[in-house]
């Protein structure tokens, strides 16, 4: 597989954001905390839109979302890698999984999957896959042609656990088999799923270091199977604590007080962002500053395990600067 540029020992991390919505503080703390880590030891960061959920893209969200990083004064290196256009290069490789027997088409609908999940486990996907289509069709056009419909690929996931290491959790084991079964790597509607672009483009773009939300943890033993079975090396990883609002629920992208698009609206200066960002990352006399100020007193192995509440005093704290 080509990289855009050979520095594939170099430290890289990266900013991959969805353009689904507006970003949250929730969005600013992972970005924050994946620059620091990168730029902490020198390293490089690139920017990948993750644009390939077509359902849930809105118009003008990767200009919103370019804006908003920009106005934390996030910067990264080189374009920005829209990943609709390396579309071809995540299609190879599902294609090269089914040609190896390691994918398959699946023509179940979600209905159909529900229903055949003998235990309903409802994992962070829905229901476990039952392997309903796993040596059912003996190629993706017959699998079209018998039931008129374009099918799903599935990756062929193997028994037993699959251990991985992360930085803040530790060494981890995950069964997959159990947990998920054989998971999508391209969707009903002909798009790539994000699993195995992900995957894909982590390879291409050289990225060493991966920081992200806890709620992406066991995705990472999806990924670490793909990377197994494409023979594409693993990056780092630190899976971080998430921003909750003052109930402790997770922030959604609707959480529209909390986006950085209103704060700034409502006048807060980006580096009171920045500042308590960092005031809760283990940088506790961290004052508003750009990001690029805080570099040098950044670790991220000193972050705190816990969530960080948002809620209505956080943010009066933040206007008041
Ligand atoms: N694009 C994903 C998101 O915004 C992040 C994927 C990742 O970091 O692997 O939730
Ligand atoms: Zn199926």
Do not use: N
Request: proline share 7%.
């Amino acid at each position: 597989m080509t990289t855009p540029s050979a520095r594939a020992t170099e430290i890289t991390g990266r900013l991959a954001p969805s353009p689904t919505g507006h970003l949250h503080l929730g969005h600013a703390r992972s970005f924050l905390l994946a620059w620091w880590h990168a730029r902490a030891r020198g390293g490089r960061i690139v920017l990948r839109i993750e644009d390939l959920d077509t359902e849930r893209v809105k118009p003008g969200m990767i200009e919103a979302t370019l804006a908003d990083l920009r106005w934390l004064g996030l910067d990264w290196d080189g374009e920005p890698h829209v990943q609709s256009a390396g579309e071809a290069r995540i299609a190879a490789a599902a294609a090269a999984l089914v040609a190896r027997g390691l994918a398959y088409p699946c023509t179940c609908t979600r209905a159909e999957i529900a229903a055949a999940a003998s235990a309903p486990h409802v994992g962070e996907s829905g229901p476990r896959y039952p392997g309903t289509c796993r040596g059912r069709w003996p190629s993706v056009e017959s699998a079209q042609s018998a039931t008129g419909r374009a099918p799903a690929l599935r990756f062929v996931v193997r028994e037993g656990p699959i251990e991985i290491e992360d930085g803040l959790h530790g060494r981890l084991a995950f069964d997959v088999a159990r947990a998920a079964g054989d998971f999508p790597i391209y969707r009903r509607a002909g798009s790539p799923a994000y699993q195995l672009a992900v995957v894909v483009d982590d390879a291409w773009q050289a990225v060493t270091e991966v920081v992200r939300g806890e709620d992406l943890l066991e995705s990472a033993a999806r990924q670490a199977l793909l990377q197994e079975a494409l023979g594409l090396p693993r990056p780092r990883w630190w899976h971080v604590p998430l921003v909750t609002d003052e109930h402790g629920r997770r922030l959604a992208k609707r959480s529209d007080d909390l986006s950085l698009a209103s704060l700034r609206e409502r006048g807060v200066d980006p580096r009171a962002v920045v500042g308590w960002v960092a005031r809760r990352s283990g940088l506790k006399s961290a004052r508003d500053a750009w990001p690029a100020g805080l570099v040098r007193e950044f670790a991220l192995d000193r972050i705190p395990r816990t969530p960080v509440a948002a809620g209505p005093l956080e943010i009066a704290e933040l206007a008041a600067g």
